[in-house]
């Protein structure tokens, strides 16, 4: 697997656009469309907010077909608690690109970010999408890219190659934040975390949807920036087959491959996320080692990573990691406090579930000083293991989400 | 049932005392006891953190007496990951003040509150236990009160008489928050909330146990400051029968009028907790209504109450109140969405899942702007409701969590 350059258009066969809709206060391109020049089976993991976006919704139902052709997505406006008209109007999204390209309403599926509440501007959208068809281009993923973003700062996109047999298959990606991230997202389940990838390789649609949940479950889901759960989160996962490899129908070598594959890009997806956080100054990644069960380990390893008070001290560049072991022990995991060991960088600071006498106090500030911090929790337990990844809890975030909607 | 002004001391027979031992870098009072005059029955709550606390450890095993006497709790150090030496320490503070008073050490219950996973300085404890002892005192609650604050800017006191028969009985308290202020606290069970309540009535053990966990399951359990769980955790209640009332011995009509007040009491001092939360600029009451069982509200009114993003827009007197209804949904209860109603004060916004049309926005931004916000939830399925009291998310938290050890 080599990582190259590119995003959602980089695999072969899409075409992606972008343009402004004046959905966004802005004034930001705030409109965008993902086409496969053939059909492609898709997968799709939502939200499991009990509060689901009306697009959300329709692409639940739209799911159900074998193939699709098309995903739009507006920014700015979330299509949420927005009732039976709310609702309509994601169909309407779908219809009318369905529409103008000749296509059926199922093979469109369709994303919305941005405030909840708010009836979307769908003549505004009605408009635009003449000048987003005819946008279309091998080249578009950047718009694309760009389009999807709220409060973001930068667009991210990440792709990878790999070989399957004697066929190249590529995978894109790209995806939105950056608050409102905790997603659990399933298949038919949940973030607002946009993530769209796409993929030249030869897969069947339930081979895809195993292959997207191995890996939203060790990436997207594994990722917080405020522990707040949206009612919009979605990926999707489009394969169009153009790459020609022999097609994956089991949890074969290659159903392996594509997997390690569709991981790491996600992986490196959910962390730029992380890393463009609202008002993140620092990335931490948190490893729970030596747990009974992986379940144990996510679980510890999540909640340390939504602890307020880790992440305000992070922030202050203070290692005090008391907060470690009682987000640990909040976590409602079974284990033996007696037996834990936690590390900031390479530095024992608990062994044994008591605190290291005389550890270098020092250095301990000086990796708290650094852009990347790295905690490890051994439960000396087992074999089992999880790494999660979160942000500091600046005075910023506070600031950019006291002035959202207003 | 009437409230008196008072704290620990009010109800006959309890004496109290604080003094500085300097364990405080702030040099202020770290040292309190609080002592009933003849054998007290007791009951305590502790934090359900896996990592608990060396006096949680110690006042867990010595509740199983039958009798006590007294409670010594310091401020400014959480004896927390202190391992074998920590349980040590904790014993030590009950051995010293049963010595020095004639006691059995486990007549003695012990608290601590602070940073974790520094050594108790146990010896600057041992210096000031003589003075702790000659200063206690029927006047001396509100010393005690000032000797357990930690980050709280004032005291936390309150106290009701009621009568039960023909005998007058008092109930007084006195806790400390005030971050890291997510209790869940059972008898058996979990806050760094402290909380010191004193009654006069004759009770049994079995009957205090009973009413401190009704008591605190709609009150301390019903509060967040941040979300995060402690290590030390603890409520204590001494009940020493010198209101001379017929003993309650099961759960008849005094019964219940007891648990009315004590319910009251801990209801005031858990609201103190929220409004001298680190930061706070508001205070939040959260009602949820309609539920289907009482377990569906309550789990519902505390998602609402810990979700960072709404707190911050409530800093920001920004009613965005599409992050009241993710949080909702994101609190993991099954409920039909298009059935509930949102309201902000008494300005309904969202009727059976979707916005009110016209709604008073600037009524609801004036809303905002005052001390205390209103928040109700309705999901019409149900008759159960519960009560969740949160504060706002603002960036002086932020400020004192990321300098508080260093």
Redesign the interface.
Known sequence: MIVVKGGVTTAKGFLASGVKAGIKKSKKTDLGLLYSEIPAVAAGAFT?????ASPVKISKAHLKNNAHHAIIVNSGN?N???????DMDALLMADYIAKIMGLNRKDVLVASTG?????LPIDKIKNRIPYLVSGLSEKGGSDFAEAILTTDTEKKEFAVKMKLGSSVVTIGGACKGV??IYPNIKIENHATMLAFITTDAAISKKMLEGALNEAIDSSFNMISV??????NDCCFILANGIAGNKKIKSKDGNYQKFVRGLKFLTSELAKMLVIDGEGATKFVTIDVIGAEHQGDAKRIARKIS????LK??I?????????I???????G???N??K?DVYLGDIK??S????VKGYDKNKA?RLFKRKKIYIKVDLKSGRSKATAWTCD???E??????????
């Open positions: 499991i907010n009990r509060f689901q979330a949420c608690a927005n009732g039976k008209r709310g405030i909840i509440g708010k009836v608050g409102m405020d522990g707040d759960m949206s009612t939504t602890s307020n008070l305000c001290c922030y202050g560049e203070d290692p005090n990691w008391g907060r072991i009682s987000a640990c022990g909040a976590s995991v079974e284990f406090p007696s834990v600071v608990l044994g579930g008591s605190c500030k809890f600046s005075k975030y506070v600031e950019i989400n006291s002035e959202y909607s207003t």
